[in-house]
């Protein structure tokens, strides 16, 4: 059985950037590159059948709005805001989803890079999470908090790819 495991303060790339002072839309490239390769790598040992194309050269984020109290507008001082996100989707729906909002009134605006499969239920197509990252606002660097759902004896392993991607981003720091 899966339990919930979080893990703070995880580089996530060697690329610099102040979230705090920066708007999410010019997070560097590399930066979401090497975090997507990361959190690929521990959805990959958390289920071995998790398979995604490689991060593209290039990619474009898609805008929708949406109510402050989404999914279900119950408060009557509801106001609209963005939600951004990219998907990649590889085989047997499995993907990666980067997304934040722009607009939302509290101001913790996080970008959250995190696992999709979508699972079938007899009424409906959701997703299931495996990996879920994300970095607030307020951050000054790519530290990130995972939250995974994971065999206990899958720890080493997670621990392992962390502490060798913590050396990929030292050996490939830029500011």
Known sequence: ?????????????????DFSRHPHESI???LF???????RKIANAVNPTFNIPAFPEFFKFT???????EPYPSDENYYTLDFVYF?????????IRISFENGRWSGDNSV????TEYVTYA?????NFIVSSHIPKAATSPLARFHIWHEAEKTP???????????????????
């Open 87 to 95: 998907e990649l989707t590889g085989d047997k729906d499995y993907g």
């Open 112 to 115: 959250v890079i995190e696992t």
């Open 28 to 30: 560097p490239h590399r």
């Open 157 to 175: 392993e997670i621990e392992g790819i962390f502490a060798r991607h913590l050396e990929y981003c030292l050996s490939h720091a830029t500011t």
């Open 33 to 39: 590159a090497d975090w997507t390769a990361l959190t």
């Open 1 to 17: 059985m899966s339990d919930l495991k979080v893990y703070e303060n995880i580089q996530v790339s060697g690329v610099q950037y």
């Open 63 to 69: 805008t929708v709005m949406i109510h402050s109290d």
């Open 123 to 127: 009424t409906s197509f959701q997703p």
